[in-house]
């Protein structure tokens, strides 16, 4: 039964792939869309019923395929846990999934090759279940190469453009760099401790002895590795911004509300090596505090809305990190879930902003869309109170709880973190005031087909406008239903909890004031004042610095990929043709002895008598000699 | 029924494709090629029952020479690779036309016979015999139905011949040495027996190391490799890349490491080295190639490095790696030669420079090369990445650092073939019209693709089979 169900919950999202691969064309767009959609929601359905049982019973689900892989003191099969952690992850990607399906069917309606937007996005939720449930690292790992592959076919979606694929390729290579570092991390991991296996291995690692040992903090710093891959953070980020190529429901989708949380999943997962490492968990507070500073900043200046949203994801995700260095996983993996909710929705917004617009993403040339486009307005709006972190929308709690914990360990990262967070409330309203406030700037031809999405695009924003505003009710402060559902997963006492004082509410006030600090900078400078960010060659300063992202991407370009360039062509004209040469060379030397040889077969008599009577006297002299 | 009827199936399907006539040679070389995997597979099934399939029967008396096959599981594993890859090369060729078909069609039969010979033979100088025979079709394939510049070619190939011919030669050497202290027979499991000083095993290693090294290649004495299989027909690439490259590696685990134990654990980290070496020489070469199949060598020469490292490192699990990593390879190699010889049949050019635009007209070609990319980049759920994956862990255990290095393979790797990928198939519609795979070709992609799925979930069968033959090797080489 449980194999069945388990079974189902995979094997849906790959069978729409399979029909939309296969008949896609012939099916027509709005059959193809719908069963893309209808996949995904059966998996919704059975993570639905999944998570009821988990509930009752309190007892993870074990199942076993059948032997993958064979390596002599490793048995890896490919096999399936469905326990607190997986199941929850599986709620909010197959339910947001379903959503964000459904919206597509809408958004990518005027695309010839919708069908194949749609198999790739079942694929993306086939790989995505995958590695939410494997019950070992390797089978994770088919799911994170996995989903690796989805988001690379979908940023490269549009394959005409070759600076869209540049971006597919950059994401692809760069999660690599990341894969490897897991791969290492796991080669370590099953010597020490001869599994792969979950539940194995938090045995294996809660008997060991010399716990912070070396090599199981190389292993630990390892994984972070992968995670940073994965979640873009520093110093792996900078694919994520470019991913913004794809369509935007998969910028929601994958770039936002799940894949990039994989790397917290894995992390969480692994909460009981990551315990015992601790040097390695300051490495992820300071990598996370110090990416949700610089993706701030950087946000601050953005004038594509696509890419203003990429860098509060860095940013959001560095937060999550700081969270995970501290040891705080369910906190954490509560700022994933409300993350997910507003976020998803501020990127389907932008959508319909973009599609309102034909295409355009630059908030120069938007402004005034509130009347035209209510619905969208309204729930951006309510995803950008909880991003900010306005009392009593879902992103107060958990931001509240990563910087609370923040303080509780560290002072610096608590104010590096509450920083980023007062920029996210600013580059947020900014986004918002530039698009839907003041006058309409782009052409007029626009204006006059300004129009309110569709239904199917309006109502998942509307939902998700809904978790976002009531998401955090799932983990309220003293009185958290998520921290005790996902207590089995963590070997720390439960108690550990805050306890609401004055200090609590204290910085609780301080986050607040923080936020609507944010917000009203804002709106003095894009509504009062009415600015309008410069055209980009008027850019200068500290401002032309951010809006080219520090020139992280000129830096490694010149520091990695064009001395490797470089490499190539040397290795390819000078050493192959090297090498070459002394191959034929050593052919022309035997070639020359033979032709010097060649001379003394002369046909000379007079040659031939002397060499005999020279070699007589030598054989001669050698026997008087060596008696 | 023992293996020398696969042996017997493709010789006779040799002159009978020969004497066939141009017409019908080729489909009768598919017929015979198919009826010895037929017969591979009744093989293995009779193997698999324990029966024995083993063949030993006195050939010559001075000097002593056995007509000894002996089928294991790894040796079943490699005949079978070739018995898959033969039907298919032969199917893939059937858009093309070729001048002196039988003759074509016949080497290429005679061409399998001689590398199953290989992989069977028990004794040193049958084996010896198979493997120089082996070169001789080759050698005609690529030099009368090559390409490009007749001059070119004939440099290039008989470089290739003579090359590889003198590496063996030390081989055959190393062979007659062991011989005479055998008592004067050359079979494998009298060699096996021999205990020799250090000294003598350190020579014998460097002989078979020279033959092997050409063959594989490793670097440095690749320098025959990317020329030949730029020039061959593809057919031949595909039987060079394919197959043949695989008799070296086979061989080292074979005959190198259990005929020279002690020297083989002696500079085990020379060698594991010198294989990383060449998988991050052969990826970064592979960056900025022009020619597609260019490239493509380029990319051989990285995964046999790793395959070759992962042999040396003397472990269950580096030899077990490296067999499967050589079955997958010999299917995504043969794979993506054919995908460059599609284009080639459409666009008639092999420069990438040329190339692009080719997705928006041919949907279902895109597909099964972007899955062939993606095998060659070892994704998981792929055969190749069950092999990559157990050759590094292998090398991880040795020392960390050669994973680590070798693991660059998956980073640059994805590097050079997405970068080809793109320019080769995406970006504007491409102005020359390219008609999509006929079925014909949709039927070697569909195989090749089936093959490296089915055993990227399930490559148990393989392990099984090789497994128990890979532990008797290990104790022969962990004896002293």
Redesign the interface.
């Known amino acids: 039964m449980d194999t069945n169900l388990a079974l189902i919950l995979v094997l849906t999202p790959l069978l729409g792939f399979l029909v939309n ?1 296969f008949f896609g064309k012939s099916l027509g767009k709005t059959v193809s869309g719908a069963i893309g959609t209808i996949a995904v929601a059966i998996s919704f359905v059975v993570s639905l019923l999944l998570f009821n049982q988990i509930t009752s019973t309190g007892k993870g689900i074990q199942v076993t395929l ?7 003191n ?1 048995k890896i099969n ?1 096999g399936f846990l469905l326990d607190q952690l997986s199941v929850l992850w599986l709620l909010f990607v197959t339910g947001i999934g379903s959503l964000i399906h459904l919206y597509s069917i809408s958004y990518m309606h005027d695309d010839e090759n919708m069908h ?1 937007f749609f198999a790739y996005l079942n694929l993306f939720i086939f790989f995505m279940i995958t590695l939410v449930i494997g019950s070992n690292l ?1 089978v994770l ?2 799911g ?3 989903v690796g ?1 989805c988001s ?1 076919l979908l940023i ?1 979606f549009w ?2 453009n ?1 600076n869209y ?2 971006a597919a ?1 950059k994401a ?2 760069m999660n ?2 990341g ?2 570092g897991l ?2 991390g796991m ?2 991991i ?2 020490m401790f001869s599994t792969l296996d979950y539940a194995t291995l938090q045995t294996a690692v809660a008997g060991a002895s010399d716990l912070n040992s070396p090599l199981l903090s190389l292993a630990a710093l390892c994984l972070f590795i992968g995670a940073c891959g994965k979640s873009a953070q520093i110093p792996l980020y900078t694919w994520l911004p470019d991913a913004m190529a794809g369509p935007t429901p998969v910028s929601a989708l994958i770039h936002a509300a799940t894949m990039v949380t994989a790397g917290i999943f894995m992390v969480t997962r692994l909460n009981f090596v990551f315990d015992a490492a601790h040097d390695v968990q300051n490495v992820i507070a300071i990598i996370g505090g110090i990416t949700s500073l610089v993706a701030a900043t950087i946000g601050l200046v953005q004038t594509d809305i696509k890419k203003v949203l990429a860098y509060s994801t860095v940013s959001q995700l560095g937060l999550m990190f700081l969270a995970l260095g501290f040891g705080a996983y369910e906190v954490a993996v509560f700022h994933v879930i409300t993350h997910a909710f507003f976020k998803a929705c501020l990127f389907l917004g932008s959508g319909s902003v973009i599609h309102g617009l034909h295409g355009e993403q630059d908030m120069r040339k938007m402004g005034g869309l509130r009347k035209a486009m209510p619905i969208t307005f309204w729930t951006m709006l309510i995803s950008s109170l909880a991003i900010s972190g306005v009392p009593f929308f879902s992103g107060f709690f958990s931001k509240d709880e990563i910087l609370m914990t923040a303080f509780h360990h560290n002072i610096s990262l608590y104010v590096v973190g509450s920083i980023a967070s007062i920029m996210t409330a600013f580059y947020m309203f900014r986004l918002m005031f530039l698009t839907f406030f003041k006058e309409f700037r782009g052409t007029e031809e626009q204006k006059h087909h300004l129009h309110e999405s569709g239904s199917l695009i309006t109502i998942p924003l509307i939902i998700l406008a809904i978790l976002a505003t009531f998401g955090g009710l799932i983990s309220l402060p003293g009185n958290s239903w998520l921290n005790e559902y996902l207590a089995p997963l963590f070997s720390k006492a439960a108690g550990e909890e805050h306890h609401l004082g004055t200090t609590e509410y204290t910085l609780m006030g301080v986050a607040v004031l923080g936020g609507i600090l944010g917000i009203l900078i804002a709106y003095i400078k894009y509504f009062k004042q009415d600015n309008v960010p410069e055209s980009d060659e008027n850019i200068t300063g500290l401002s032309k610095v951010l809006y080219n992202k520090y020139y992280v991407d000129e830096a490694y370009d010149a520091v990695f990929v064009q001395p ?2 470089s ?3 040397f ?2 004209d000078y050493i ?1 043709t090297g ?2 040469a ?3 060379g050593l ?1 022309k030397v035997t070639n020359e002895i033979a032709f010097q040889g060649k001379k003394l077969q002369s046909g000379s008599i007079g040659l031939y008598l002397f060499v005999f009577v020279l070699g007589m006297c030598a054989i001669i002299s050698y026997i008087f000699l060596a008696q | 029924m023992n293996v020398s009827t696969i042996l017997i199936i493709l010789l006779i399907g040799a002159f009978a494709t020969y004497f066939s006539g141009d017409k019908l040679s080729s489909k009768v070389a598919l017929l015979f090629s198919l009826a010895a995997l037929g017969c591979s597979i009744l093989l293995l099934n009779n193997y698999n029952a324990g029966e024995n399939i083993s063949l030993i029967t006195s050939w010559i008396n001075q000097p002593k020479i056995s007509f000894a096959l002996n089928a294991d599981g790894l040796a079943m594993a490699m005949v079978l690779l070739t018995a898959a890859l033969t039907p298919i090369i032969i199917f893939s060729s059937f858009g093309n036309e070729y001048k002196n078909a039988k003759a074509f069609y016949g080497l290429i039969l005679f061409m399998a016979f001689a590398m199953t010979g290989t992989f069977l033979a028990s004794d040193g100088l049958l084996y010896y015999i198979f493997w120089e025979l082996a070169l001789v079709p080759i050698y005609f394939i690529a030099l009368i139905w090559g390409n490009g510049d007749a001059e070119e070619r004939r440099k290039a190939v008989v ?1 290739f011949f ?2 590889t011919l003198a590496g063996s030669l030390f081989m055959l050497t190393a062979f007659i040495y062991l011989s005479q202290k055998a008592n004067g027979s050359f079979l494998i499991e009298d060699l096996y027996k021999l205990n020799l000083s250090a000294c003598e095993q350190f020579w014998i290693f460097l002989a078979f190391f020279l033959a092997y090294a050409i063959k594989i290649p490793l670097i ?1 004495f ?3 490799q ?2 030949v299989y730029q020039k061959a027909p593809t057919v031949g690439t595909m039987l060079l890349s394919g197959i043949m490259l695989k008799m070296g590696l086979y061989s080292v685990i074979r005959w190198q490491l259990p005929l020279a134990p002690i020297a083989a654990k002696e500079y085990m980290y020379v060698f594991i080295a010198l294989g990383i070496a060449g998988v991050i ?1 052969g990826s ?6 022009n020619d597609l199949k260019k490239l493509l060598a380029y990319s051989s020469l990285a995964h046999v490095g790793l395959i070759a490292a992962g042999s040396y490192t003397l ?3 580096g030899l ?1 790696g490296a067999v499967l990593q050589m079955i997958a390879h010999g299917f995504v190699v043969v794979g993506l030669f054919f995908a460059a010889e599609v284009i080639f049949r459409r666009f008639e050019t092999r420069e990438i420079a040329e190339m692009g ?1 080719i ?2 007209q041919s ?1 279902k070609f895109t ?1 099964m090369f972007l899955i062939l990319v ?1 095998a060659s980049v070892a ?3 792929t055969f190749n990445f ?1 092999g990559e ?2 050759v ?2 292998s090398l ?2 040795i020392n ?1 650092w050669f ?2 290095l070798g ?2 393979t ?2 640059l790797g ?2 050079y073939m ?2 080809m990928f ?1 320019h080769v198939m ?4 491409n102005s020359k019209t390219f008609a999509d795979v006929s079925l014909n070709e949709g039927i070697s992609f569909a195989v090749i693709i089936a093959v490296l799925l089915f055993f990227g ?4 069968p393989i ?1 099984d089979l090789i ?1 128990p033959s890979l532990e008797t090797i290990l104790q022969v080489i962990n004896k002293n």
Do not use: M
């Open positions: 691969v059948f032997d993958w892989i064979q390596i002599s490793l490919l194949k390797l790992f088919i994170w190469e996995g592959l690379y490269g394959h005409k070759q694929n540049d390729k692809f290579i690599r760099i894969d490897l791969l290492i080669f370590i099953g010597s490797i360039n490499l190539s062509k290795f390819r192959e090498l070459s002394l191959v034929f052919g | 470089k003579i090359y440095p690749h320098t025959w990317a020329n020489y970064i070469v592979a960056l900025r190639q472990t269950l699990d077990r635009g997705r928006t949907p597909s993606l994704l998981p759920s069950v994956f157990t590094l862990y991880s255990q960390i994973a680590v693991g660059t998956i980073i994805a590097y997405l970068r793109q995406l970006g504007e519609t979930f399930y490559p148990k392990t497994t």
